[in-house]
């Protein structure tokens, strides 16, 4: 037996070597070294300047600092203090409550205003001029973001546009208080999301082919009934994408809570920076933004893992 | 055919668990007009692009010209491709396009302009070389796809599906157009298509494949007259398959026994795959069958069940005395002969020579 | 939904909405007086005037500029080298990859910032220009390879292989067909990535040490109500900029349109 099986073991190693070999050469050749070649710079750099500092950034959260000193050994303190403890965690569990609440409530004034413009547009503009509309909706959106939030303070500040307008046709003789409120903030922040909603909605809708819609209506359904049972399912994943678009980052503004708000309702990212560049607190400030950064994420699975359901259920 | 200027060795591709190209083998000649048929996904174009080098073969071996093919990129192959898209550079002008391959010929300027004019000439695009590629129809398109892929003076051009996006009448008439320049230019083409017809008039020999494989390979009159399964010859043109008992002679030759038809003798050369007892299957073409009396061959009887006027032809669904399934047959609507009504009685004529057997 | 009219009222009224802030800009910046409210007092330009003399000013434009121009070329070349490998090629681990790449698009921008600067001050590294550059190469690149990888899923393969098949190299091909086809998509690119870049606040606020960029120093400068009129001004300017920039592009957008034959529909995304 061993006579019988000693002379193919040789050509069957050589084999097994001469296809590894062959494999690798093939791989060399093939796509996904190409591939693997071509995304490296992008990816290397993702790697460097994403990766690495986001890790740094959770270590960092674990860590604790006294003045200037930063103890790298890692601890939960930080976020005891930010979620846990009954004093201090207070007013950090405000904070976040109220970024989310203004953030879900920018998310859905900006869809719920967007929808009717995208829908108009896709469907009641003609097609030559579509392109136009596009243009008029995100030329205001060209200018400083940093510009088209003060311009807000100018038009809500107590000697400001609306103030004059209103008091120049004497609907009121003192002048409001709008500014420094989260819903001053909000109408902010819905002005500068407003394209971010409207483009994503449009282009579902334009995606959605014309004949279901004279099939619906050729299958006896009313406008209305049509546009319940064809078009916003069709459109939902655009009102999806518009959604996450807008609450994602508006969590993490910054700009507008301190010009708007001006200070006195501060949001997430406000502490962040003040933990950072005021109060020399990294590590808080750390666990703060990873804590910010998890609870989004939740929040943005669940509501795509509902839509899919809501979907399925749809179809 | 001498030294022939393709060869294809038991030539494989498969993608992952797809076989696309199961072993692959064929000769293909100098100055050929050479066709592989079939139907959709059987993998023609996976041949077509293996001989032009944008598929790496994962079996066999291929050689052009005698030389091994396997690691020369697409770019050192003596071959050239007209693309089913036909690919034509949107930013360049007409004779730019078809100069695009020039430029690493090492021609002067002036050899260049004349070989352009010369290639737009020879696919009747005469003076269109500043025309932007955008404002061509489909069929100048096509030409212009032609010329730069002759201007490049290959050994092989090869064609995928070239005048499938083409109107009917516009592809008859290239048709005809290709198989001029074919012989104007005299080097081997290699044609995919999936239209029968338009293999059966251009090629010198076609290749038909099913799954991978070629099933038959022979110039377009055996294969029709000859098919060597039910599937090839069902594939092209149309056939009746009646179902029969089958005795070998000493001869070789089968006879068989169809019900409606009667007793026949089938000759050797007529029986796919060589004839065998038992069960089997005769494969008569519409056309050999005749309604009516006159003429050469046997004579059976039956009755018209179904009538589809075209024009030119009629076709005739005819129950035979005896048979448990019509038959179809297609006559000539010539000058004098009038067309039958369902449900008339007819004499068929029929040849045993006409006829093929079938063991699948 | 019934009648187009109640729908076209309203977009009008919503016009009104997303440009009322915009209009501002202009009439202020002409307003002859230092508070930033109405009634309005008069014309001047004398704002303008005081602009070109503002030192600082000048100074954080020209900053913002070369940072801007630097990480809309870097971005675009990043996307396209991993454009072309998303649109054509699958490899090991795509998504996750392509994920971590993309991701600065949904991260809060106050994240990147923060997480930069940690590293950036953990190895010793002085703020400066550079450091904002990286910041906003990271932000621009997921910009640059959406845009290509549209571009290039827009090229009909063929066409590259045509190339090669009338002999040319993967590298001549490149050059000769892809480049030219794809150059709508590497404009819009540098232009949406310098753009992005110009007007990013959050990551220059962290990062740029003491070369302020534009949006830096125009955030220090709104705190001082005697400066907001220049500010105005600048504003103004930047606006009028911007939309000769788009309407250029556009311009240039549909004449290659028109070139190679395409159907001219959509816009600037
Ligand atoms: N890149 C690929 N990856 C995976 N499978 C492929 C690929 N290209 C082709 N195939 C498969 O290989 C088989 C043959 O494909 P091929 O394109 O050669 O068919 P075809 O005969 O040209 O068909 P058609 O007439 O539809 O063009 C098909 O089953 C196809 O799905
Ligand atoms: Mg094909």
């Known amino acids: ?315 | 055919m001498t030294e022939p200027l393709i060869v294809l060795d038991r030539v494989e591709k498969h993608y992952g668990a797809v076989q696309a190209l199961a072993g692959v083998s064929a000769e293909i000649g100098a100055g050929e007009f050479f066709s592989l048929l079939g139907p959709s996904g059987c993998g023609k174009t996976t041949l077509l692009r293996a001989i032009a080098g944008f598929e790496e073969l994962t079996g066999g071996r291929l050689t052009i010209d005698g030389r091994d093919m396997a690691h020369v990129p697409p770019n050192k192959r003596p071959t050239n491709m007209v693309f089913q898209s036909y690919a034509i550079f949107p930013h360049l002008d007409v004779g730019q396009n078809v100069g695009f391959g020039l430029r690493k010929k090492g021609l002067d300027k002036a050899e260049m302009t004349r070989a352009v004019g010369d290639a737009l000439t020879m696919v009747g695009l005469g003076g269109y070389e500043k025309r932007a590629s955008h404002a061509l129809s489909g069929g100048q398109r096509q030409r212009v796809a032609l010329a730069r892929a002759l201007v490049m003076k290959p050994k092989v051009l090869l064609l995928d599906e070239p005048l499938s996006a083409l109107d009917k009448k516009l592809r008859e008439q290239m048709q005809v157009e290709l198989i001029r320049l074919q012989r104007q230019v005299g080097i081997t083409f290699i044609l995919v298509t999936h239209d029968q017809e338009e293999a059966l008039v251009m090629s010198d020999r076609i290749a038909v494949m099913f799954d991978g494989q070629i099933a038959q390979l022979a110039d377009p009159e055996i294969l029709y007259r000859a098919p060597v399964n039910r599937r090839v010859a069902s594939f092209i043109g149309m056939m009746n398959f009646l179902p029969t008992q089958v005795t070998v002679l000493p001869d070789g030759t089968a006879e068989v026994d169809v019900a409606g038809l009667g007793r026949a003798t089938i000759p050797a050369t007529q029986c796919a795959g060589g004839a065998r007892a038992g069960k089997g299957a005769v494969g008569i073409r519409p056309e050999t069958l005749t309604i009516g009396r006159e003429g050469a061959g046997r004579v059976a009887e039956g009755t018209v069940e179904e009538v589809v006027y075209y024009g030119d032809m009629t076709y005739y669904d005819v129950l035979l005395d005896g048979a448990a399934a019509p038959v179809t047959i297609s006559m000539r609507n010539v000058f004098g002969r009038d067309v039958l009504c369902r449900g008339a009685r007819t004499p068929v004529r029929w040849a045993p020579e006409a006829m093929v057997l079938f063991h699948d | 939904m019934r009648r187009p009219g109640t729908l076209a009222i309203y977009a009008a009224f919503y016009l009104v909405f997303l440009y009322a802030p915009v209009i501002l800009l202009p009439l202020f910046a002409f307003n002859d007086g230092t508070i930033i409210a109405f009634p309005l007092s008069g014309f001047t330009t004398h704002w303008f005037a005081e602009l070109a003399q503002t030192d600082a000013l000048i100074d954080s434009v020209v900053t913002s500029l070369i940072i801007a121009v630097v990480a809309a070329v870097l971005a675009t070349l990043l996307g396209l080298l991993a454009a072309r490998a998303a649109a054509r090629t699958m490899f090991p681990l795509k998504p996750g990859i392509m994920g971590l790449i993309m991701l600065p698009l949904i991260l809060p921008e106050i994240i990147i910032a923060v997480a930069l600067l940690v590293v950036l001050s953990q190895l010793g590294i002085a703020l400066a220009s550079w450091t904002v550059i990286l910041g906003h190469v990271l932000l621009c690149t997921p910009f640059a390879i959406a845009i290509l990888n549209s571009a290039f899923l827009a090229l009909d393969q063929s066409l590259e292989e045509a190339a090669q098949d009338l002999g040319t190299t993967k590298l001549e091909t490149f050059w000769r067909v892809t480049l030219p086809l794809v150059m709508p998509g590497i404009v819009s690119s540098l232009l949406i990535s310098f753009t992005i870049s110009l007007d990013e606040f959050i990551i220059a606020f962290f990062l740029s040490g003491n070369e302020p960029t534009l949006p830096v120093y125009l955030w220090s400068q709104l705190r001082f109500p005697a400066r907001i009129p220049v500010v105005m001004a600048l504003g103004t300017l930047l606006l009028i900029a911007s939309l000769v920039l788009l309407t250029t592009a556009e311009y240039f957008r549909r004449r290659g349109a028109a070139r190679t034959g395409q159907d001219d529909h959509g816009g600037f995304m």
């Open chain 1, 1 to 315: 037996m061993t006579e019988a099986a000693a002379p193919s073991a040789v050509p069957a190693a050589a084999q097994l070597g001469q296809t590894r070999a062959d494999r690798f050469a093939r791989w060399r050749r093939g796509e996904a070294a190409r591939g693997l070649t071509l995304v490296s710079p992008a990816l290397i750099y993702a790697l460097l300047l994403l990766a690495a500092p986001m890790g740094m950034i959770v270590a960092l959260s674990f860590a604790t600092q006294t003045y200037l000193t930063i103890d790298w050994s890692p601890s939960l303190a930080n976020y005891h203090e930010a979620w846990i403890d009954p004093q201090e965690s207070e007013m950090y569990r405000a904070l976040m409550g109220r970024s989310l609440a203004i953030s879900g409530a920018v998310t859905a004034i900006t869809v719920l205003l967007a929808f009717p413009i995208a829908y108009f547009v896709s469907f009641h503009v003609a097609p030559r001029r579509k392109a136009l509309w596009i243009f008029l909706i995100t030329i205001p959106f060209w200018t400083s973001y940093l510009l088209r939030v003060f311009l807000w303070k100018v038009i809500l500040q107590e000697n400001g546009v609306v103030n004059s307008i209103l008091m120049g046709a004497g609907v009121i003789d003192t002048p409001l208080d709008m500014l420094f409120s989260p819903d001053a903030i909000i109408i902010t922040l819905a002005h500068a999301w407003a394209p971010f909603a409207i483009l994503p909605i449009y282009v579902a809708l334009e995606k959605i082919d014309r004949s279901l819609l004279e099939a619906a209506r050729d299958l006896g359904e009313n406008r209305i009934v049509t546009f319940w049972r064809v078009t916003l399912p069709l459109a939902l994943p655009g009102v999806v994408a518009a959604a996450l678009i807008v609450f994602i980052p508006t969590i993490g503004d910054y700009v507008t809570p301190a010009l708007i708000g001006g200070g006195r309702v501060p949001m997430i990212a406000n502490m962040i920076q003040a933990q950072f560049m005021v109060l020399n607190n990294r590590p808080m400030g750390a666990a703060l933004a990873i804590s910010a950064m998890v609870v989004v994420a939740v929040i943005a699975i669940l509501f795509l893992l509902l839509n899919r359901r809501f979907l399925k259920v749809r179809q």
